[in-house]
């Protein structure tokens, strides 16, 4: 259940806030190229990551508006903040391989779908490792087996891809529900238009 929270000078955590500006200098550094399935993986959980943490941190700061701070000291609102980042990277996760698999599928012929889950998973046992709960792990592993056994690989990169990480986003961010109301169409498309930056720099570094 969302929080209904008053935002005040307190409101992040300064090491919250450096990994956010940090994600937005990277944006910036020149990429390699994506020459095999390592480097695939490695593309897809930087970027799922970048989008998860630009957009809930920067939602909150639009919301916190001129009084975003470095400082937190209130561990109810860090611990929905903590829980909303891990949920909604690990459904963004699940969104970016199966539309960089897709991609490639119906682009450049590459047949090696199967290899979907296991980057998925390899990524989110690493991730757990970095502190991202059991249950948030066990719930993005059972939603991505319910979503592979539907997707259509020849589809799905073009039928709306980031929805599920859009709507992850809506759903976990820790804001009260009436203010989340206001802002739905906003915070979906702060999402979609991430990601279609994604797609973008996904194209060219594949490109032969």
Do not use: C, H
């Amino acid at each position: 259940m969302a929080l209904k929270y008053r935002f005040n000078l307190k409101d992040i955590k300064l090491e919250d806030f450096k990994l956010y500006l940090l994600s937005l200098f990277k944006a910036f550094i020149p990429k390699k190229k994506i020459k095999n399935n390592q480097d695939l993986a490695e593309f897809i959980q930087k970027k799922s990551s970048w989008v998860s943490q630009v957009t809930l941190y920067g939602y909150l700061k639009t919301r916190i508006g001129t009084r975003y701070v470095l400082m937190f000291d209130d561990e109810i609102f860090l611990s929905s903040i903590n829980k909303a980042k891990w949920n909604i990277y690990s459904i963004a996760l699940q969104d970016l391989t199966f539309y960089t698999i897709s991609y490639l599928n119906v682009f450049y012929n590459y047949n090696n779908t199967s290899i979907s889950k296991k980057i998925y998973e390899e990524i989110i046992n690493n991730e757990i490792k970095n502190g991202m709960p059991e249950e948030v792990a066990l719930r993005g592993k059972n939603k991505f087996q319910e979503r592979l056994n539907k997707i259509d690989w020849k589809k799905y990169y073009n039928s709306w891809p980031f929805n599920e990480s859009a709507l992850a986003l809506y759903e976990w961010s820790p804001v009260a529900k009436e203010l989340k109301t206001l802002d739905r169409k906003i915070v979906l498309n702060s999402m979609i238009l991430k990601w279609e930056n994604v797609q973008d720099e996904f194209a060219k570094l594949i490109r032969i």
